[in-house]
């Protein structure tokens, strides 16, 4: 137990002294207001330390709702303002101390007004954004030596659903028949498509079921699985006739010629069980000679590792950022962020989400569900 109280309470330490950092710099550098701008710090600062309520769902679902929407809308806010006033200072604080007259009405209590106007505008256009629900994003993947018989091989991928307190059944349901209106050779899921209580919102996730009817469906699991339920919401995938991949691999047979799928375990699952976790050699163990080989991963950063025994890695996780500022600022953490990449002689495919997670706002990015077409190089 030791070592889980030192972590928590190094935990706390870092927290409080961020939310310090962020009170002093907003209460100082919204200016043109007076007193007020601690205020108005407080008040965002505050609703943050609210999270804890929303991450662990102690709420009736009502009220959880209600706080949910509030504190998301306040994390929104607090990264767009936040990045704002950075930029505001970086570009104009060196004019205040070269005494330019006009620079006053940068930093005028206006100007203000128009960074939260802004900041309120681009928020509202984030959450239409991401109401609209997922977009087919068509990428075709060209393989060294593809059979012919391979060719045009179709998968349709559906990452990051996130389906829980955010995302409901409606929006399952558009996502499945968009994906279903495809007709697939094959379906897979990479990862963190249930979020949060098993027995609130499995309803919301059995229309995958009709996935299953049409082409072989293949999962492998992310980190918002094993949050919370892990155990009884992998049952009720394979219940619903998913075969579900746990550093384990698959063959499907395709007009006498043949593709290997492995899947690995999230690696962020060894905080829940320390003996697991991603294990390529395991997911191979015993795999015959096959056509092609592709990797189902939940984060793409495994790229590295996997180059030499695969031709093709479908991850998801980083769901591009999400909304500025993070969509530019991942891309200084994570080499595979969205889209086509290439590591040595392998594919990468990452997919930007299918839903979203937490603040409901797509902004700088969009929800998709792709479709990738296999063809000769």
């Known amino acids: 137990m030791w070592p889980v109280k030192k972590y928590m309470n190094w935990f706390l330490v870092i927290a409080v002294s961020i939310c310090a950092a962020l009170l002093l710099f907003l209460g100082y550098r ?8 601690w205020l108005l710090a ?10 804890p309520l929303v991450w662990y769902g102690v709420l009736p679902e009502k009220p959880d709702l209600i706080l949910r929407a509030l504190v998301h809308f306040d994390i929104g806010l607090l990264g767009l303002l936040l990045t704002f006033l950075i930029l505001r200072d970086i570009l104009f604080l060196p004019l205040v101390y070269l005494k330019v007259e006009w620079v006053s009405i940068v930093f005028s209590k206006s100007a203000t007004s128009f960074l939260f106007s802004f900041s309120f505008l681009l928020l509202a256009v984030g959450f239409w954004k991401a109401k609209l629900g997922p977009e087919l994003v068509s990428v075709e993947i060209p393989i060294n030596n593809l059979p012919s018989s391979l060719e045009n091989y179709k998968i349709v991928q559906i990452s990051d659903l996130h389906t829980g307190p955010g995302i ?23 990862g963190d498509i249930a979020d949060g209580s098993f027995e609130r919102y ?14 072989q469906v293949l999962y492998v699991v992310g980190n918002h699985e094993y949050l919370k339920d892990s155990d009884k919401w992998l049952a009720y995938f394979k219940s619903l006739g998913i075969q579900v991949l746990m ?12 593709i290997l799928f492995a899947g690995v375990i999230d690696p962020e699952v060894k905080e829940v069980d320390p003996g697991s976790g991603p ?16 990797l189902l991963a939940h984060q793409p950063n495994i790229a590295e590792e996997a180059a030499p025994y695969f031709d093709l890695q479908l991850s998801g996780h980083t769901h591009a950022g999400q909304f500025f500022p993070w969509n530019i600022l991942i891309k200084l953490f994570q080499p ?13 495919y990452t997919n930007s989400g299918t839903g979203y997670w937490g603040p409901p706002f797509r902004l700088g990015t969009t929800s998709e569900i792709t479709v990738l077409k296999l063809t000769k190089q």
């Open 30 to 37: 919204i200016t043109g207001i007076g007193t007020y701008s």
């Open 42 to 51: 407080s008040l965002i600062v505050g609703t943050v330390l609210l999270y």
């Open 168 to 190: 409901d059944a409606t929006y399952v349901n558009n996502a499945v028949e968009m994906a279903l209106n495809q007709k697939a050779d094959l379906v897979v899921l990479t």
């Open 202 to 215: 499995q309803s919301y996730l059995a229309s995958l079921s009709k996935l299953t009817v049409q082409s």
């Open 247 to 258: 550093n384990e691999h698959l063959v499907v047979p395709e007009k006498e010629r043949s």
């Open 279 to 294: 294990d390529l050699q395991k997911a191979l163990l015993g795999s015959p000679e096959t056509d092609l080989k592709i």
């Open 336 to 348: 595979y962020t969205k889209g086509l990449n290439k590591c040595e002689n392998m594919w990468v």
